[in-house]
């Protein structure tokens, strides 16, 4: 069984730093690209960035560029997100997920159940 | 960016009734890389809908996708009272990937 779980999240001050994980288990983590999800509260879903299965791709969307950094570590499956220089819109539940395919353009077939990041001084 | 602009914002229906939810692209997506996602309160998504037409496994016959280029359809043939949620679609085709931002299916 696929399984995602992330951890990492709180409350921290505009301008500090997280760095959120996701631990995955049940499938092959090094055969697949993961990506980062989030969703702000009572708001829709934001793409966030994903990354390659060895690590040497990533795409962020353009209002995290120079802030994020996602990377992974194959030999402990594990996702990562980097998050600095926090601003009060990036308050959100954080999902990791993976895609229903090994390939780039895949849907998100797998989810985690989230970890909240608080942005607020 | 690929803006998708979902309708109607809330769909107020009954059980047993369809619902069809509309989800259009501001580009062509192309080779129909658009998906369905069902969002329950305080819960993870769910795929529904992959490569605009496919049901993603375990997902009942009663919804189907359809579409292409810019217009997409999300079809529930008969409400069950477990299918009040809200419904986002989201284009893998161009990065960055997007989400519409939801139509909320409310008894």
């Known amino acids: 069984e696929v399984q995602l779980v992330e951890s990492g999240g709180g409350l921290v001050q505009p301008g500090g730093s997280l760095r959120l994980s996701c631990a995955a288990s049940g499938f092959t983590f090094s055969t697949y690209w993961m990506t980062w999800v989030r969703q702000a509260p009572g708001k829709g879903l934001e793409w966030v960035a994903n990354i390659n299965q060895d690590g040497s791709e990533k795409y962020y969307v353009d209002s995290v560029k120079g802030r994020f950094t996602i990377s992974r570590d194959n030999a402990k499956n594990s996702l990562y997100l980097q998050v600095n220089s926090l601003r009060v819109e990036d308050t959100a539940v954080y999902y990791c997920?993976?895609?229903?395919?090994?390939?780039?353009?895949?849907?998100?077939?797998?989810w985690g159940q989230g970890t909240l990041v608080t942005v607020s001084s | 960016e690929i803006v998708l602009t979902q309708s109607p914002g809330t769909l107020s229906l009954s059980p047993g009734e369809r619902a069809t939810l509309s989800c259009r692209a501001s580009?062509?997506?192309?080779?129909?890389?658009l998906a369905w996602y069902q969002q329950k309160p305080g819960q993870a998504p769910r795929l529904l809908i992959y490569?605009?037409?496919s049901r993603a496994t375990g997902i009942p016959d009663r919804f189907s996708g359809s579409g292409s280029g810019t217009d997409f359809t999300l079809t529930i043939s008969r409400l069950e009272p477990e299918d009040f949620a809200v419904y986002c679609c989201q284009q893998y085709a161009t990065s960055p990937w997007t989400f519409g931002q939801g139509t909320k299916v409310e008894i």
């Open positions: 490569g605009a037409s």
């Open positions: 997920a993976r895609g229903l395919s090994s390939s780039w353009h895949t849907a998100e077939g797998y």
């Open positions: 580009q062509s997506v192309s080779s129909s890389y």
